[in-house]
């Protein structure tokens, strides 16, 4: 059965910081582009940042650029994104994605809260 499963998720000031990891279970890793996105309220899914299967490209939307990192261990089967210098708009439900080819999984999201 795949699974991705996040944590890492909560409340934190502005300025703070959050590492977020994703799991997975039930496919095999390391093949697999990754993913992060974001849900804000009332707004779409927007993508957050992306590495490919081997790790060696990213890329991040223009908000997060300098502040997030994402990162991969396949040993570890597990995707992170690490979050500096938080705002109150990254306020949202991150989810990690995994996807190859028409295989294409998803977590079920984990909030982050960015508030004074």
């Known amino acids: 059965q795949v699974q991705l499963v996040e944590s890492g998720g909560g409340l934190v000031q502005p300025g703070g910081s959050l590492r977020l990891s994703c799991s997975a279970s039930?496919?095999?890793?390391?093949?697999?582009?990754w993913s992060w996105y974001r849900q804000a309220p009332g707004k779409e899914r927007e993508l957050v940042a992306a590495?490919?299967?081997?790790?060696?490209?990213?890329n991040y939307a223009d908000s997060v650029k300098g502040r997030f990192t994402i990162s991969r261990d396949n040993a570890k089967r597990t995707v992170c994104l690490q979050m500096n210098s938080l705002k109150p708009e990254d306020t949202a439900v991150y989810y990690c994605?995994?996807?190859?080819?028409?295989?294409?999984?998803w977590g079920k999201g984990t909030l982050v809260t960015v508030s004074s």
């Open positions: 994605r995994a996807s190859l080819g028409a295989m294409d999984y």
């Open positions: 039930g496919f095999t890793f390391r093949p697999y582009a």
């Open positions: 590495i490919t299967s081997t790790g060696g490209s990213t």
